[in-house]
């Protein structure tokens, strides 16, 4: 005869322990927001690669993507479970807050990867696939269980899983990889030093609490700010690129200019704060504007590519 025990949201039965999540506990394992960034810049690499895909194969394609994207979050997760219990940002989410047991979320993420990169291989092709399984592979192992607690460079290293989603919608099209979409990955490997580490600056705390090397409690702020200041110019220059390579026309490059001269602009507040200044203002609105300059960025450049196709405006300078 069974004995039945509730508490925390938790039953346990014959001390097996079984959650009570509910459907969205386990989408918020999926990391919705940055799962959000992820579909669309996919969606962009598929729109702007030359050649033509079936809309239902288009759309299949970015689910797959955005499962494996959501199944990344889930592994990430499981894996540092134990330092977002600790860290305030991060303390409500499904884990620690007891709602999702650590193995539902491991089994869950490894089920998600599995189906995501076997469909997109299936429907779509193998190329992108692969680089769907590289990406999971990358966030998960690399970055997470590695670099995430080895090196402050965790961010720039890590950051190209993240970049890796507009080369997955390109070669969902092509069958794979070209300069044109190599430019896309570069953009946002090159945004996420100074998006993440702008964060970093007014959580020094948290990050400091868990031992997580973030750049500003390894090397000090002024340290961060000057890297900041200088991702913030590579990544306005890249912005740019597009126009010369004959990705796009003109009139996105004067749209990329003005978003990387406000970016730097942005930045060089972050380099003028004061170092030990606990409002962190600067820091917090360049976060804020680098997400939106990132979505800004992948949007002009799929509304400038329909432009060009329908003969509204011409391509770049090659």
């Not at 305030?88 to 989410?93: N, Y």
């Not at 089994?107 to 995501?116: D, E, K, W, Y």
């Not at 044109?180 to 580490?197: G, K, M, N, Q």
């Not at 992948?298 to 405006?313: E, K, N, P, Q, R």
Request: with cysteine; glycine share 10%; charged share 10%.
């Amino acid at each position: 005869m069974s004995v039945m025990d509730h508490h925390d949201g938790v039953a346990t039965e014959a001390g097996v322990r079984l959650s009570e999540a509910s459907a969205g506990d386990y989408f918020a394992l999926l990391k919705p927001r940055v799962m959000s960034l992820v579909v669309f810049t996919a969606l962009a690499g598929l729109v702007l690669a030359p050649g033509h895909i079936n809309p239902a194969i288009g759309l299949i394609a970015i689910l797959c993507i955005a499962v494996g994207a959501g199944a990344s979050g889930a592994l990430n997760m499981w894996y540092d479970a134990d330092i977002d219990a600790v860290m305030s940002r991060t303390a409500t989410r499904p884990i620690p807050a007891g709602k999702v047991m650590p193995e539902e979320a491991l089994a869950f993420g490894i089920t998600l990867s599995a189906f995501s990169v076997a469909i997109l291989g299936l429907a779509v092709n193998w190329i992108s696939a692969g680089l769907l399984a590289f990406t999971i592979f990358f966030y998960a192992v690399v970055y997470t269980m590695w670099l995430k607690r080895s090196t402050p460079q965790n961010i720039v290293i890590g950051g190209a899983a993240g970049a890796f989603p507009p080369m997955i919608g390109w070669a969902c099209v092509t069958g794979g990889v070209s300069i044109e979409s190599i430019v896309l990955f570069l953009i946002i490997f090159l945004w996420t030093p100074a998006h993440f580490w702008a964060l970093a600056l007014f959580k020094m705390r948290d990050y400091g609490a868990v031992g997580v090397p973030m750049l500003p409690n390894v090397s000090g702020e002024a340290t961060t700010k000057r890297q900041i200041a200088l991702y913030a110019v590579l990544t306005a220059l890249t912005g740019v690129v597009p126009v010369v390579i004959g990705l796009s026309s003109v009139w996105y490059g004067a749209a990329s200019l003005c978003l990387g001269l406000a970016f730097v602009w942005y930045a060089a507040g972050v380099l003028r704060m004061a170092d030990g200044d606990e409002r962190m203002l600067p820091a917090k609105k360049l976060f804020a504007f680098s997400i939106m300059y990132l979505f800004v960025i992948f949007l002009a450049l799929m509304v400038d590519h329909l432009a060009i196709a329908y003969g509204l405006t011409q391509g770049g300078l090659l």
